[in-house]
């Protein structure tokens, strides 16, 4: 990620402090949505990551959904890690870890790995940055991973914002991570809008 990103957000933060914008959501209903899109991925686990975690706002639906799992964030912004530390800190199964994809490898595998939103910013090699992210995520994972992108199937195109074809991104993940892939672009994730985005799940051993 780079410096003019991750300022972004720094800056995103003390604006608004522990608030769904300062992750770049527009909605915390539209967020919460994503997280469940994302936790489908998986009726039962044993562990879970989440790759740029931001405020880790998706742990209280992943002990609603599956429990007291441990639970790994990682993040590049210094203010979410520790805000997330403070906010869970009374939660002993979940830790947070500053993390760069470009120059970091997770030191622990788990059943899951799941990424929502951290692909969406506009960078100079966002096709790079995607396919790294995914293979980071594929090493660090057990059994499968769970990402969102915004889709170019869509009317319109904010010019900060990354939109991804779908149909190659399920083709880079077949060819190149597993035969065991889903695609999902049949949910919205607001009231009267179309599906702008979409989720795509890889298993190593089948669904």
Same mark, same amino acid.
């Given at each position: ?11 995103? %933060?003390?604006?608004?402090? @522990?608030?769904?914008? !300062?992750?770049? #959501? ?7 949505? @994503? ?8 009726? !039962? ?17 992943? @002990? +609603? ?22 906010? #869970? ?8 870890? %500053?993390?760069?994809? $470009? +120059? ?7 059943? #899951?790995?799941?990424? !929502?939103?951290?692909?969406?910013? +506009?960078?100079?090699? $966002? ?5 790294? =992210? ?13 990402? $969102?992108?915004?889709? =170019?199937?869509?009317? #319109? ?26 695609? @999902?672009?049949?949910?919205?994730? +607001? ?15 089948? %669904?």
């Amino acid at each position: 990620m780079s410096d003019k990103i991750k300022e972004h957000y720094g800056n995103l %933060f003390k604006q608004h402090g @522990r608030d769904h914008v !300062s992750v770049q #959501y527009s909605t915390r209903e539209s967020q919460l949505k @994503r997280f469940e899109v994302l936790l489908d991925v998986s009726d !039962s686990m044993a562990s879970i990551s989440d790759m740029g975690c931001g405020l880790a706002d998706i742990l209280p639906l992943v @002990r +609603k959904r599956f429990g007291d799992i441990p639970y790994h964030g990682y993040d590049f912004v210094d203010g979410f890690i520790k805000s997330a530390e403070d906010e #869970y800190k009374a939660d002993t199964n979940a830790s947070f870890h %500053f993390f760069d994809v $470009n +120059k970091d490898t997770t030191k622990v595998t788990t059943d #899951y790995v799941v990424l !929502s939103g951290m692909l969406n910013n +506009k960078m100079e090699n $966002n096709a790079v940055f995607t396919q790294t =992210t995914l293979d980071v995520m594929w090493q660090a994972c057990n059994k499968g991973i769970a990402f $969102n992108a915004l889709s =170019t199937y869509v009317d #319109y195109q904010d010019s900060h914002l990354y939109y991804q074809d779908p149909l190659s991104l399920f083709d880079y993940c077949k060819r190149n991570l597993s035969p065991y892939v889903q695609l @999902r672009h049949d949910y919205d994730v +607001k009231p009267n809008s179309i599906p702008f985005e979409f989720t795509i799940y890889v298993y190593k051993n089948g %669904f």
